[in-house]
């Protein structure tokens, strides 16, 4: 059996749509908590495939929160291993990090609600080309600069790096494509102050996500697929 290890910040931002697909594909999966479990004595190498989850903190916020160096170190080491590994939101930007590139707040505010991508031309050959006409899930107020040898593969109007890969087994996303309809409803309640500090209304997410969500669930699991499709010459 396959397996895939997720580390996971807070209990509710988990695999979302991933984890039922992956489980379909004959994964095993075990969820790490970061901040509670040894990260330290991870092996980065162990799993077929490693997934980064997002979280409310900063990837810079180490002095904070010290596990974020274990965090690091792991993700750092499995870059080099080259074995295959996704970021989303907070794990994008750890990623990033761990490849010398800055992490820092968006000059342009908080990303908060739903809206379509702007691909490249890299994006829309890569897996991200399923996502080509729809609205995705965006929900941070950090951003971070494109890493040196890392292929940009998409933007929105206020985040320019939003996507990138490293190499063919390393991919970054700003955004949450794993986000299902279900799952929102413990966002709605976790991230309540952000939302009301935000000026935005749990109203109108809910029903922009009723609008968004079943699409999304269905072209993220594909470009799960052809993410892992594409790296079947490398095992």
């Known amino acids: ?22 489980r379909a594909a004959g994964y095993d999966i075990t969820y790490y908590e970061a901040g509670y479990d040894d990260l330290a004595g991870l092996d980065p190498l162990a799993p077929d495939l490693l997934v980064v989850l997002g979280g409310p903190i900063g990837a810079y916020d180490d002095g904070l929160y010290p596990f974020l160096r274990d965090e690091l170190r792991l993700i750092d080491a499995r870059l080099a291993s080259g074995r295959p590994l996704i970021g989303l939101c907070l794990g994008a930007q750890l990623m990033a990090r761990a490849l010398g590139a800055s992490v820092h707040p968006n000059p342009a505010g908080r990303e908060i609600g739903w809206s379509p991508l702007t691909l490249t ?20 107020g950090d951003t971070f600069d494109l890493p040196a040898g890392s292929e940009a593969l998409a933007s929105t109007a206020i985040t320019p790096n939003q996507a990138f890969l490293h190499g063919p087994a390393a991919l970054g996303l700003q955004f949450h494509v ?16 952000e939302i009301g500090h935000a000026g935005l209304s749990v109203t109108d997410l809910r029903a922009a996500t009723a609008r968004h969500a079943a699409a999304l669930e269905r072209q993220g699991t594909r470009l799960l697929a052809h993410f892992l499709d594409r790296l079947r010459p490398l095992a």
């Open 1 to 22: 059996m396959k397996t895939c290890i997720a580390l996971r910040h807070v209990a509710f931002e988990d695999l979302g749509s991933f984890e039922p697909f992956l």
């Open 121 to 140: 031309e890299a994006g829309k050959a890569s897996p991200l080309g399923a996502l080509a006409g729809i609205d995705v899930l965006h929900w941070h």
């Open 178 to 193: 794993e986000a299902t309809a279900r799952g929102l409803e413990r966002w709605f309640i976790g991230h309540a102050a």
